[in-house]
């Protein structure tokens, strides 16, 4: 092999064998200073990882904490302002109201008109033969009660107009948003193409954008001029939307089938009691009726009620009594969810 003996070959290995044994003898440390290191490295890159895991899943628990704080926080900014609004529309001052109504009359204006209200009821009742008495009473009811039940009967006209037109608004500004307008675009079309009194609503969420006044803050505003629960739903989704964030879209479509589902309730439950009403239309007339087939029937016998003294009296007790009945009737019957 190579010209080489075999004394020879057991030589040579015999050297390289003594070569490695030196080598390996001088590197030795040097080898497992390195190991150590690289042990080292390995588990200061695996304590790292874990830190950072540590770190990120401590940042998000963090984060969803401070997220749950800023919407605890805002429920509650949310809940003492709507105590504040509450108040007002359980009893709105007289500007208030009128503005609710929707009638632009100023308070001055509608002063005057109830004093010229209350001298034709009082002239009206004189008229037909009511004692001179009771002209402060029917003075009285003409200043305070007509008009105010006036005022009172266009709010609630106005109200039952806004819910009727309120969630198809709401489906607009939805489908408005799933098709990349912004909320303000949205807000703009309806103060354009809905109707009223949606439009006018909306309308004025547009001009307090002109001064300055947010859209939350706007949308809050709207239960003060729209005295109803459905107006406050829409001014809380979109002041938690601005403080929390979310899916915009999905929160309105939300509210817009949950006013669905209230509407036919208001529905149901009104269908379930008109037996009751009828039964109280029917109590309720039922005195009138009498009362003009005894005219009918026996003049004399019903006269005496409006020619005495004492006739007076009772007819003014049995309209009290009346009255009295009638409004526990409506409080009975009225369901309010």
């Known amino acids: 092999m190579f010209g080489l003996s075999l004394p020879q070959i057991l030589f040579v290995c015999l050297v390289a064998l003594a070569v490695a044994a030196l080598a390996y003898v001088f590197f030795f440390e040097s080898i497992a200073t390195q190991k150590k290191t690289d042990e080292r490295l390995k588990t200061v890159q695996l304590a790292a990882t874990d830190s950072l895991g540590k770190f990120a899943v401590r940042d998000k628990q963090a984060e969803a904490a401070k997220r749950r704080r800023s919407v605890q926080d805002t429920l509650k900014d ?8 509450d108040k007002n529309i359980k009893s709105p001052p007289l500007k208030m109201l009128l503005v609710q109504a929707g009638m632009k009359v100023t308070v001055q204006r509608f ?11 009082t002239l009206l009742g004189l008229f037909l033969g009511s004692p001179l008495y009771l002209a402060p009473g029917l003075f009285l009811a003409g200043v305070f009660g007509l008009p105010r039940w006036f005022v009172y009967f266009r709010r609630g006209r106005r109200i039952k107009a806004f819910l009727r037109e309120f969630p198809n608004s709401i489906d607009v500004i939805v489908r408005a948003l799933r098709s990349g307008l912004p909320l303000n675009d949205g807000i703009r079309l309806i103060a354009v193409e809905a109707q009223e009194p949606v439009r006018g609503e909306f309308r004025r969420m547009v ?3 002109q001064v300055g006044i947010s859209i939350p803050e706007s949308s809050m505003r709207m239960s003060e001029y729209m005295p109803c ?6 001014g809380i989704v979109i002041q938690i939307q601005s403080q929390a964030g979310g899916n915009l879209s999905e929160a ?13 309730m208001a529905a149901k439950v009104q269908a379930l009691s008109m037996e009751a009403k009828a039964s109280a239309y029917i109590i309720g007339a039922l005195p009138f009726i009498v009362a003009v087939l005894v005219y009918l029937s026996s003049p004399d016998y019903i006269l005496v009620l409006f020619r005495t003294d004492t006739g007076h009296v009772i007819m003014g007790c049995a309209g009290v009594w009346m009255s009295i009945g009638i409004l526990v009737m409506k409080k009975m019957i009225n369901f309010k969810f």
């Not at 629960?229 to 829409?234: I, Q």
Request: proline share 2%; net charge positive.
């Open 78 to 85: 949310i809940e003492q302002r709507q105590k504040l609004r």
């Open 111 to 121: 002063y005057i008109y109830s004093i010229v209200t209350g001298i034709l009821v």
């Open 207 to 209: 001009d307090g954008q």
């Open 229 to 234: 629960p459905e107006a406050s739903f829409f």
């Open 252 to 264: 309105l479509g939300n509210l817009s089938r949950v006013l669905r589902d209230r509407k036919k």
